[in-house]
Each structure stands twice: as structure tokens, then as C-alpha cells.
């Protein structure tokens, strides 16, 4: 026969082939089977050497030859083998349904050493048995939605996978432990659902633990905890809440406080989380004449000129919350300052003297004069009281010391006195001793000993690491004297102050090659119950590099070819490593782990240069090649080189033209 092949392009192409078929002349005829396709079926746990089915051929007439039976081809692996007698197939090693579910034989019969036989299909289904549970391709996971979604939305969908068959492998899903009941899952579908809406909730996170379990019977359930999903969910903030004022509108403060003095502390509360609810502070009216400053940050207002009671007692100051979310939201408060009164006043009377006519010969109680002085002071330190000092004929008037009204306290005669001067000749005083005791107030703000931190760790320090001690400072007593310590910048989870003593420790494993340097505000508060005052300070934390990363070949295995000819110190290839790593920890040198005398390495470059003729033209050698970083101690990566002259590549040749091999899924790497 004259076979042809052709191709489809546009330009027909073809080929031919001539198969010459023999018909070879024999009186025997072949043993026939009996059916021309055989089907069985076996679990796939029966052990070794279990019969699986028989296959028989009839012998034909006046044959005086036995048969034989045989496996011709669909047993690559060889899980099977048939008795050549009696054509019993057996098991000859475990069977397994999910790496082969269908095994297809040809079973050939012959009789005696007749070169003629004749064949038959045996189908042979390995039915599944329940012997694998359902496996979490992930042990944790992590999600995050926003606390107003509705109940029903779904959250996260969970998936197991059971490499068996059937209701074997029908996997269905439960919830095994749960902190609230915000959520429920799907049995079939694996879908977490909210049952209700979180945004009340004061929890920011919620960690569910979620079993899959298949249908079989026994079923196989993945129900311990090592073997189960571990999902966290996080709910995110979004801005949807206005500050609120917790500070009082009323705040007082005296005429005679110093410039810089504290005057009030705005506070203001957002229950959003992070930007959301971060608050800064403003004054958005009454301020016109600059006499106080507000801290935005902190809420801290303080005089920024003296004040003074008598030309202005209120101020009415219209401040505003305004958080950092997108959009803002704000809130405003009218706070009145009042400025309380301080007696630097002195009186004045409205004469510097005063003069006036009474008839002698009256009755005691004759009145006599009003005087009349002024204080700008006001309540207590403006009210006055008269007296009249002791003096010549003092004792013969009286005054009313709240009125200032003069009377007489005897008659008098012109006679003996015409004139009597009062409002003393001399003047006389005396002295006493007064003990005042001077009450502690919160004048001063906690100091710390630097204007900035900065220090440097490693990033294998252990989480809980106890990194700098920061240390303020407050002049006054008591409460107002005692400091308590807080950060008020992200640190993106990194680090914690202690309130008590200020030492800043970590919180979590650093990573030099993630953040290599923390920037961060710490608060010092005295613990005054009003007013307290605030200092802040920066900190600086850079992370210094460890030999934590290997380094690693771009190209690994590298194939090279070099001319049989090539002359000596010429470079053939060159390999190329990395380590993220910094300085020397990521500085790389390159060596041979076995040396050659042909080939030489730069230890800078990675070139590898030839070092000796070629012996041959068909020369062929592999290198391994080791990458060393500078660290202490250091580490390595290899790779394989593999050179070849140009004549050798030709005549390389694969042993086979078709390669097979089973490989399990889920395989690890490597």
C-alpha cells in the first residue's frame, strides 16, 4: 500500500510512504475469546493479589495445543497481571481511584508457540472508597468589609477540596466556633454570610473557625483544628461620625495670667477608626484680637497677650472638631472665657478733700458729710468700706462704712472747737505677720531630656523588645507633676509605649526589607484633673539589616556553548545573583563548589572564563556554581552551568522521543 500525508497549508505539501503487509500462510487458527470486550469493576483498597476477573478463549477444534494468556499493553505502571492458565487477572500492587479510575488492558491468548493470537479489551473501573477527607487549600485567610453592609452580604466563600468521587467528594461546610452570631455559612456553597449589620458593634474583628466535612458514608471530616480554616474578619471604619465635644463651653481664667499661660483644654471624641478619627482643633471666630492660641493637635488653648478684666470680662470663642476623614466631618462649641477679676486696683475717692458747715449745740447723730470713692475692680475686690482713722477730735464723729456717711457722736461747742480736720494728723499704722501658702497650679509642661529620638535596632529583634526609655519631666506637685506616656502617630503596628514607665517596646516582627525606618510622635500628659498639660517628641527608629535573605540565581540551570577553538581568558558565560539584603549582607562573590582547571570564575563579575584549550570538539561539562553573600555568617545559593561546544550540540540526542510520567497534584515544590 502507497500511503500519502498531506498538510492544510496554502502550498499543499505531501509525502508518501509504502507499508508492505505479509499475509502469512498457516493452518492453525487462533483461540478465540469469548466476548470481544470484558468489564470489571474492584474497590480501590482491596489489598494485593485480589482477583479481579476472568477472560476465556476457546480453543478451536482438534487442537491438541494449550492455551495461554498474557497482558499485551494498558499496564504501564504494572498494577495488574493475569494467570497465563486459567486467564484469572489479579491485583499486583495497591490501586488508588483518584490517580487512575479506568484501566484499559489488552489481554492476549495464544496457543501453544502458534505465532497467531487474537486479543481482547478488558475495561476495569477502580470505584472509589472514601479514604480521603476534604483538605482547606489555605489554613487562614483574611478579609475585610465595611460595617454597614447589610445582613445577607456575603463576607467570604470557604473551599475544600476531596480528591475522591461522588458523594465522596461532595464536600458541605460549618461553622465550628464563632464569636457572635454576625455570621453563617452556606453548607453546599461554602458562602459566609452577615446575619445582621455590625455597625454598633464595639468589636473590630472577628475570627470564625470553619469545618468542611464530605458526604460518604462513614463521612471524613476535617474537624481538628490544625486541619481547619482559620478566617479573620476585619471591619473596616468608614467616616460616619462627627466629633462631639467633651470639654466643657465655660472656662475661666485671671486677668493677671501670664502670656503662654493654659486657659482651657478643648477635647473632642470620634468613635471612627484611624484618619477618621483623628481630630485637630480651630477657632473659627471671636478671636479677633489675638488673645489666645490653640494647639490643633493637641486642643490646648493658652493666652497670647495679657489680658485684662477691666477693658474686656468675656470672650466668646466659636471653635470647631474637624476629623481627617474623606470627607471631613466637624463639629463646633461656643466656649466663653471669662476673665476673672484680680484686686490690682486701688481706690480713689471722688475729692481729694472734702469741706462742709454744721450748728454747734446739736444732738449726737447730727449728720455731718457723704464721701463718695471708686474701685474698678469688680464684685469683692470693688466693694468699699470707710473708716476714719484715729486723730485729734476723731472720737467725736463717726462714719457709716458702707454708705460713707459722717455723723456726730457728741454735741459740740464752736467755742471750744471750731475746726476739726478727719479722711488722721499724724498718720499712724501698725504691722502683723501674715503666713500665705502658695498652692501648687499646673504651670508647667512636662520636659522631655531630648528634642528628638533616634536609635537604631535590628529587624531580628524578638516581638516584645524593650527598644528606647523616654523620660520627662514635669516642676510641679502632685498630680500635676506625675507624667503618663501615649503615641498619638501610626506606627503601622509596630510599636507601644508604656504609659507608666515610657519604655517604647515592639509589638510585632520587623522586617528591614518591608520598612526600613519608623517616624512617630510620643506624648508626655501630667495627670492634673484640670487643665492638664502635653509636651510632644519625635521618635526615630531605623531598622538595621540582617543576613536574613539568600541570594538567588536569576537563570538557573544556565546552558552555554563555546567554540572548540575558542583562546584562552575569553569569557563563555556569566551567571548573575541577588540578596535583597543591604551592605554586606547583600554583597555577592562568586565561586566554583568544585575547582576546575579549564574554567576559572571572577569572583566579582560571575564571568566564568576559559583557563585551557579545549581537549576536544565535542567537549561537554556542568559547573556548580556557589553565590555567597558578606554577611556573618554568610549565606549561599548554587546553580548549575552547563557548556557544551558547538559540535557537541549537535549530536546531542534524547534517548526516547516521548517521555511520560504521573505526578500527583498538590504536589509540593521540588
Known amino acids: 500500500l502507497t500511503v500519502s500525508a498531506r498538510d492544510g497549508g496554502g502550498l499543499l505539501s505531501a509525502t508518501n510512504a509504502a507499508v508492505t503487509v505479509n499475509i502469512l500462510q498457516t493452518a492453525l487458527a487462533p483461540a478465540i475469546f469469548e466476548r470481544s470486550q470484558y468489564v470489571f469493576s474492584v474497590p480501590e483498597d482491596v489489598p494485593e493479589d485480589s482477583p479481579v476477573g476472568t477472560v476465556k478463549a476457546r480453543e478451536p477444534p482438534n487442537s491438541l495445543e494449550g492455551i495461554s494468556y498474557r497482558i499485551s499493553s494498558g499496564d504501564p505502571h504494572g498494577r495488574f497481571f493475569i494467570d497465563p492458565h486459567f486467564g484469572i487477572i489479579h491485583t499486583r500492587s495497591q490501586l488508588d481511584h483518584e490517580t487512575q479510575s479506568v484501566v484499559v488492558l489488552t489481554v492476549q491468548s495464544q496457543l501453544g508457540n502458534s505465532p497467531v493470537y487474537s486479543s481482547t479489551q478488558v475495561n476495569i473501573s477502580v470505584t472509589d472508597i472514601n479514604d480521603n477527607p476534604p483538605v482547606f487549600l489555605t489554613k487562614s485567610d483574611r478579609v475585610t468589609i465595611a460595617h454597614t453592609q447589610p445582613p445577607g452580604t456575603a463576607v467570604y466563600i470557604a473551599h475544600a477540596e476531596d480528591k475522591d468521587s ?85 472656662s475661666y481664667v485671671m486677668e493677671d495670667a501670664e502670656v503662654g499661660c493654659l486657659v482651657h483644654h478643648i477635647t473632642a471624641k470620634d468613635p471612627d477608626e484611624g484618619r477618621n478619627g483623628q481630630v485637630t ?136 472747737q471750731e ?78 509605649i508604656d504609659s507608666v514607665t515610657g519604655s517604647i517596646v515592639t509589638t510585632k516582627t520587623l522586617d528591614q526589607e518591608t520598612k526600613s525606618q519608623y517616624t512617630f510622635r510620643a506624648v508626655a500628659s501630667d495627670c492634673s484633673t484640670h487643665m492638664p498639660r502635653s509636651t510632644t517628641v519625635t521618635v526615630v527608629v531605623h531598622v538595621d539589616d540582617v543576613n536574613d535573605n ?55 563579575t560571575g564571568d566564568i572564563i576559559l583557563q585551557e584549550p579545549l581537549a576536544s570538539k565535542d567537549f561537554s561539562t556542568h559547573l556548580l556554581v556557589m553565590a555567597s553573600d558578606q554577611g556573618i555568617p554568610p549565606r549561599t545559593a548554587t546553580a548549575m552551568v552547563v557548556i557544551f561546544t558547538e559540535e557537541q550540540e549537535k549530536e546531542v540526542l534524547f534517548s526516547h522521543n516521548l517521555y511520560e510520567a504521573s505526578v500527583p497534584e498538590n504536589s509540593a515544590a521540588g
Not at 572548540?564 to 535583597?580: F, G, K, L, Q
Open 166 to 250: 461522588g458523594l465522596n467528594g461532595v464536600v458541605k461546610y460549618s461553622i465550628t466556633s464563632k464569636q457572635s452570631n454576625a455570621f453563617n455559612i452556606d453548607p453546599t456553597l461554602g458562602v459566609v454570610n452577615l446575619t445582621r449589620t455590625v455597625f454598633a458593634d464595639a468589636q473590630q474583628e472577628y475570627t470564625i473557625q470553619i469545618a468542611a466535612e464530605d458526604c460518604g458514608s462513614p463521612p471524613l471530616a476535617s474537624v481538628l483544628v490544625f486541619d481547619s480554616l482559620t478566617v479573620k474578619i476585619v471591619i473596616l471604619d468608614i467616616n460616619d461620625n462627627s466629633p462631639s465635644f467633651m470639654s466643657s463651653p465655660l
Open 281 to 416: 482643633y480651630h477657632i473659627l471666630s471671636g478671636n479677633e484680637n489675638k488673645a489666645f492660641v490653640l494647639d490643633k493637635l493637641t486642643g490646648i488653648l493658652t493666652t497670647a497677650r495679657v489680658l485684662d478684666h477691666e477693658i474686656q470680662e468675656h470672650y466668646s470663642l466659636t471653635v470647631m472638631a474637624l476629623d481627617d476623614g474623606s470627607p471631613a466631618l466637624s463639629a463646633t462649641q461656643v466656649l466663653t472665657i471669662t476673665v476673672l477679676d484680680v484686686n490690682d486696683e486701688t481706690p480713689i475717692f471722688l475729692k481729694q478733700l472734702y469741706e462742709t458747715v454744721i450748728h454747734e449745740n446739736q444732738d449726737p447723730g447730727e449728720f455731718v458729710i457723704k464721701v463718695e470713692a471708686v474701685d474698678r475692680d469688680a464684685g469683692l475686690n470693688s466693694l468699699l468700706q470707710y473708716e476714719i482713722l484715729p486723730g485729734a477730735g476723731y472720737e467725736k464723729f463717726r462714719i457709716n462704712s458702707s454708705s460713707g456717711e459722717v455723723f456726730t457722736t457728741a454735741s459740740l461747742d464752736r467755742e471750744t
Open 419 to 496: 475746726i476739726f480736720s478727719i479722711k488722721g494728723s499724724p498718720s499712724r499704722s501698725s504691722t502683723a505677720q501674715l503666713s500665705i501658702t502658695v498652692l501648687d497650679e499646673n504651670d508647667h509642661y512636662p520636659l522631655f531630656a531630648k528634642t528628638q529620638y533616634q536609635i537604631s535596632v535590628r529587624e531580628d529583634l524578638e516581638e516584645g523588645s524593650a527598644i528606647l526609655d523616654l523620660v520627662a519631666s514635669d516642676e510641679d506637685d502632685g498630680l500635676n507633676g506625675k507624667v503618663t506616656y501615649s503615641l498619638i502617630d501610626d506606627t503601622f503596628g509596630a510599636f507601644a
Open 550 to 604: 539568600d541570594p538567588f540565581f536569576l537563570q538557573n540551570p544556565i546552558r552555554a556553548f563555546v567554540h572548540a577553538e575558542s583562546p584562552v581568558n575569553e569569557t563563555i558565560a556569566t551567571v548573575r545573583a541577588e540578596d535583597v539584603d543591604l551592605g554586606s549582607n547583600g554583597d555577592i562573590v562568586y565561586s566554583l563548589m568544585v575547582p576546575e582547571a579549564v574554567f576559572q570564575i571572577d569572583a566579582k
